[in-house]
């Protein structure tokens, strides 16, 4: 929630809708954490919406720090050791029962592939398990798949 960076040219630059609603919610940032008073954060907050320039923006930001950079977040396991675990469970599951509940393990599949092709491509400290939850939801939609085919193929030839 910066500012865009301010030009070197004379030529001032129009504030968009999008500029003052990010300089209204940086304001109420400022003013939840103390640093206006109502009164304050109220007039700046007219200011900000009768502003036509981004440096008419940066005035009514006056005195206050700038915010601070978000932390980055780290990699988080959940989505690898999640696939992993859903792969495995929708695989065993369609396995077991023969393919009764290929119609309950197929969305499954899909998704632990989905999960651990994501947690891949990011990066995950546990890749491994992302690659293995990948795997086994590619292995599950294509079992899942035949099955069906297989129950709807029975199920027609009986009607």
């Known amino acids: 929630m910066t500012w865009p960076a301010p030009t070197t040219s004379s030529t001032p630059i129009r504030a968009a809708d999008d500029d003052r609603e990010r300089g209204m919610e940086l304001l109420r940032e400022h003013w939840l954490a103390g640093r206006l008073t109502l009164a304050e954060y109220e007039e700046r907050c007219d ?11 940066e005035v009514a930001a006056r005195e206050l720090p700038p915010p601070p950079r978000p932390f980055a977040a780290k990699p988080s396991n959940a989505g690898a050791t999640g696939s992993c675990v859903l792969g495995i469970t929708s695989l065993v599951g369609v396995l077991c029962t023969i393919g009764v509940l290929s119609w309950l393990t197929l969305p499954a599949s899909i998704r632990a592939w989905a999960l651990g092709r994501r947690a891949r491509r990011r990066g995950t400290p546990a890749s491994g398990f992302a690659r293995a939850g990948e795997v086994t939801g590619i292995i599950g939609t294509v079992i899942s798949l035949l099955a069906l085919t297989a129950w ?8």
């Open 152 to 159: 709807a193929m029975l199920v027609s030839s009986i009607f």
């Open 47 to 57: 200011e900000v919406a009768r502003a036509r320039f981004i440096e008419e923006l």
